[in-house]
């Protein structure tokens, strides 16, 4: 009750102030009456009577005020009573307000949009109920690092584990869908029945997967994302029920996912079906491979560390029921890891080095528009000065200087918003393709109370030093001295901040510089091939039409022939894996010569099935013996090609040609007639450019055991290689419309998204090391325009007394490089050990790369001479006899 | 010798209004008239304090307030108890009464 009434008598005062001014007015009116009245009456003549009464009330104004200054409204009265004069203080200086408002922007803009994939990525928990119950389980190589499981593992843990609501496994599956006018590879996954409940989210439209589903022969069914079903299908409520031709099959699309479902162990899948595999299968078959990935939900209460002792105690203690093969014996038991740490774990330090990197941003905007409030403060001292002698309290000086700044802040906040929606959408186009959590990036609830929350810190911590600063002023000193030299005092404190400010660039600048110099290193590295011109295209050979090897090797050497035909084109080859495209292929290798010791490290190269014109269109130098030629493909022993670091490691000192092999499947078949080496072929990055060329072997792609039904075709072009895509599809679906064809990318593309997680670093980096120097500058500028401002009178006299213009100049640069130099060396020792927060991304360089730290501190030196020549320049224009008359 | 001291005791002025208003509704210069006949003129309420404090305990929902108008046609304010003001005097009286007693005893207390 008495909440209410405060609350409407305070909205009342507030509304209606007249109102409530007349109630405590006719109030007090009427007590002096009352007592005017009775003193009458007592005898008194009434002009007495009104002046007994006047005494006893004690003066009928301060009654009113007292009465009028209770109650809450009248806290917010002055608080709007201080924004309405901090509004016009800012609008008073716009030149001032627009620069402290674009700073701030910029900071809390920058900082929103990094916070916004910080959220969800490293804070939030994953988009499923309870989501810390989610765990993922792994198998452990024999080095201890974590190993896909084997299907036969995941029966053992659901039917033995105690602690677990529901266990899944999944592979990836990219199924061509056929039938439609376009066809298209689709990127999915092939899951045990319980996946969806695992997760915890059940389809929007149809039912979820269940168990008999999930079997040998079972029904060919279907869930597939919202997305997919809107894109090709008519959208979630037309295509529940229906069937689509997936490689050829026929599938029953049981269930729609809901629209904002996040599939985070495979955010890319449209496409959901049964992996359906045997339950006892024999060790030989697919199901004893690793090859699957395993995510289980704990049961409510259970803590981690209990299933993970249950597990332990699982692998320990085999059961004849679940027979182990050698290769899943569960020897080291099982990696468990939350499901978000598996998930976030590869962009974490990425992510915090970039946070870190926009942080210093924030601090370097704060720093400048403190420094810009004190220049302004300095500025407004006669005004304060006349106010304290006014008699208004010190706190009430302090409460109108942060209103201000808060004010400043939230402004900056407003327009910082702005900046956040633009940055949010640099950070999706710019971002690495392996970023998690991709979707959750945005500005939603937490991400803009973040910004709310850092908007009013910055209103309250660029607001503190010049209201403490105007507070401590003796009111007495100020109005003597003015307002024209008034900055002296707090020139100490600019100075220091723009110290800051230098040592803040300089971090930022040293992180860019190590980036830079690492993506220079990076990407002068030779591949091993030529990627200009080269357009790639996955094209695969889907369906039961070309199940057999005849028929690919018929449709695959037609397509080329249609390529070959394009305008443009002047060479093209297939091959099964492509370098620097992610894809990762490798098969053992065994020379005939060799004793077992002296194999390769891991008996294992990279396998390449290549057709004709591969190596011309790659450009990929032979460098020993004959290439492959088209005699190969068909006839004779098979030929085989590696590359020269294998050759030299293998064969030191001697000519690997004509070596005999045996390669993947057949290795241990003794009946198959050996392979040879005709020759050897430069070394090609395959992986990442940052790594070696790995051990590797290139079969003609007719010869090896299987026909690959996806291949990557490369194509080399006259002119530019991007607009040759239209073309290059045509011919391939002039030979069959029914073939899938995916990742269309340059070679160059390919190469430079390869290093995507350190352009992304250092595209951020560059944007905000300038920035930074930009602020910098700007902070130089401002304290030495401020200062020979202040010292007029100073430089006059110097001038009088025989100074020449260039000692003058000299005066004023060394106070800006002096402060540049004091900036650097506290800098330097925050770069070297922010420097530690970015070695994990750097190539060819050390963290402590002398001639990167040479590098920026010359620019940062020169662009604060630049910042200092502007007032220096000023300075020598100091007229003596007109400042010292002005005196 | 000095004047006697008429201050109302610190912190019973709520009180003291409480009690009064419990008899009847008067408006503010009623109410300070009130007190000083009860208390025989040991208590002179200073104007000020009283319509600051009436205004305080009215907010707090202890009193309703009233307009009327006078003879001579000016508007007057009248206070009246509630029923949480009630309670709030009784509440305040129990206190008043312990902490008396105690001082009493304090001030009787021997050796």
């Known amino acids: ?887 | 010798m000095d004047a006697p001291n008429t201050d109302v005791i610190q912190g019973t002025l709520d009180l003291l209004i409480l009690k009064t208003l419990s008899l009847q509704p008067l408006h503010g210069f009623g109410i300070a008239r009130r007190i000083e006949q009860i208390s025989r003129g040991t208590f002179k309420v200073n104007p000020g304090s009283l319509l600051t404090a009436l205004q305080r305990l009215e907010r707090a929902g202890w009193l309703d307030a009233e307009w009327r108008r006078t003879e001579n046609a000016r508007r007057a304010r009248y206070y009246a108890l509630t029923r949480a003001g009630r309670r709030q005097l009784e509440a305040e009286t129990a206190d008043w009464t312990r902490r008396v007693a105690a001082v009493a005893r304090l001030l009787n207390a021997e050796g």
């Not at chain 1, 601090?363 to 002698?389: D, K, P, Q, S, Y």
């Open chain 1, 1 to 887: 009750m008495s909440v209410w009434r405060q609350l409407t008598r305070g909205l009342r005062a507030l509304t209606n102030r007249p109102a409530a001014d007349r109630d405590v007015a006719d109030e007090v009116q009427h007590y002096l009456e009352q007592a005017t009245a009775e003193q009458t009456a007592q005898g008194l003549d009434p002009d007495a009577a009104r002046r007994a009464a006047r005494l006893e009330l004690g003066g009928a104004m301060n009654v009113r005020e007292d009465m009028r200054t209770f109650g809450w409204e009248n806290a917010v009265e002055t608080l709007l009573a201080d924004l309405r004069y901090a509004v016009r203080r800012l609008r008073q200086a716009p030149g001032f307000t627009a620069v402290a408002v674009l700073t701030l922007a910029l900071g809390i803009g920058a900082t929103t949009a990094i916070f916004s994939a910080v959220y969800p990525i490293l804070l939030a928990p994953l988009p499923y109920p309870d989501a810390d119950r989610l765990l993922m389980l792994t198998d452990l190589g024999a080095d201890g690092s974590p190993l896909d499981v084997t299907y036969g593992t995941y029966r053992e843990v659901t039917e033995r584990a105690r602690f677990f609501d529901a266990v899944a496994v999944m592979d990836q599956w990219q199924p061509a869908l056929m039938g439609l006018a376009e066809p298209e590879r689709l990127t999915g996954q092939r899951v045990s029945a319980g996946y969806f409940r695992v997760l915890a989210v059940a389809p929007a439209r149809g039912r979820d997967f269940d168990a008999s589903d999930d079997r040998p022969q079972g029904p060919r069914v279907a869930i597939v994302s919202d997305g997919l079903a809107r894109r090709r299908m008519g959208g979630a409520d037309a295509i529940v029920g229906r069937s689509i031709l997936l490689e050829g099959d026929p599938y029953t699309v049981i269930g729609v996912m809901p629209p904002g479902f996040e599939n985070v162990l495979a955010p890319t899948a449209e496409v959901w079906s049964p992996r359906q595999y045997q339950a006892e299968a024999s060790f030989e078959s697919a199901e004893w491979g690793h090859h699957m990935r395993m995510v289980a939900r704990l049961k409510p209460g259970i803590a981690i560390d209990p299933a993970v002792r249950d597990l332990e105690a699982i692998a320990r203690s085999p059961i004849p029921e679940y027979p182990r093969p050698p290769w899943a014996d569960l020897k080291l038991g099982f990696g468990v890891h939350s499901l978000q740490h598996d998930v976030v774990r590869g962009a974490k330090p990425v992510l915090l080095a970039i946070l870190g990197a926009v942080l210093l941003v924030l601090a370097i905007a704060c720093v400048n528009v403190t420094n810009l409030l004190l220049a302004h403060g300095a500025r407004r001292r006669g005004e304060f000065a006349l106010r304290v002698a006014l008699g208004a309290p010190r706190q009430r000086l302090i409460r109108q200087l942060l209103t201000e700044s808060l004010t400043l802040a939230s402004l900056g906040g407003a327009a910082g918003i702005a900046v956040a929606m633009i940055g949010v959408r640099a950070l999706g186009a710019l971002a690495p393709a392996e970023l998690p959590r991709a979707p959750a990036i945005r500005l939603d609830a937490p991400v803009l109370a973040f910004a709310l929350v850092v908007t009013a810190l910055i209103g309250l911590v660029v607001g503190f030093a010049p209201a403490l600063g105007a507070s401590r002023d003796d009111p007495h000193a100020a109005l003597q001295r003015g307002s024209r030299r008034a900055a002296g005092g707090r020139g100490n404190a600019r100075s220091t901040l723009v110290i800051a400010e230098v040592a803040l660039a300089l971090v930022l600048l040293v992180g860019a510089g190590l980036l830079l110099r690492s993506a220079g290193r990076l990407f002068a590295v030779a591949p091993g091939f030529d990627g200009s011109h080269v357009l790639t295209m996955q094209v695969e050979a889907a369906g039961h039409a070309l199940y057999a090897d005849s028929a690919r090797i018929q449709y695959y050497a037609q397509a080329l022939e249609a390529v070959r035909a394009v305008p443009g084109v002047t060479s093209a080859g297939f091959t099964s894996q492509l370098p620097l495209s992610g894809d990762l292929d490798a098969y053992g290798i065994v020379f005939a010569s060799i004793p077992p010791e002296r194999q390769n490290d891991y008996g294992s190269a990279m396998r390449y099935a290549v057709t004709p014109g591969y190596f011309e269109t790659m450009r990929i130098p032979l460098k020993r013996g004959r290439a492959l030629d088209a005699g190969d493909a068909t006839v004779g022993p098979e030929a085989i090609l590696i590359n020269e670091s294998f050759a030299r490691r293998i064969f030191p000192g001697r000519d690997p040609i004509g070596e005999r092999v045996r390669l993947g499947p057949e290795i241990g078949n003794p009946d198959r007639p050996w392979d040879v080496v005709v020759g050897v072929v430069g070394d090609v990055r395959q992986t990442s450019l940052a790594l070696d060329a790995p051990d590797a072997f290139y079969v003609p792609m007719t010869r090896w055991g299987w026909v690959d039904n996806v291949q990557s075709l490369v194509v080399r072009s006259s002119g530019d290689a991007a607009s040759l895509a239209p073309a290059i599809q045509r011919a391939i679906w002039s030979v069959n419309r029914d073939q899938p064809i995916a990742r269309v990318a340059t070679m160059d593309a390919l190469v430079s998204r390869s290093a995507a997680q350190l352009r992304f670093a250092l595209t951020v980096f560059e944007a905000f090391a300038l920035a930074a120097l930009a602020l910098a500058a700007i902070g130089i500028y401002g304290v030495l325009a401020g200062s020979v401002a202040e010292r007029t009178r100073e430089i006059g006299v110097r001038v009088a007394l025989g100074a020449s213009r260039r000692d003058i100049l000299a005066l004023v640069l060394r106070q800006g490089l002096g402060l540049t130099a004091l900036g650097v060396a506290i800098g330097l020792v925050g770069a070297v050990a922010a420097s530690r927060g970015i070695s994990a991304m750097l190539f060819g360089v050390s963290r402590l790369d002398p001639a990167t730290y040479v590098g920026v501190i010359a620019l940062l030196v020169g662009v604060a001479a630049l910042a200092s020549g502007m007032p220096a320049w000023r300075a020598t224009q100091v007229d003596p006899a007109s400042t010292l008359r002005a005196e």
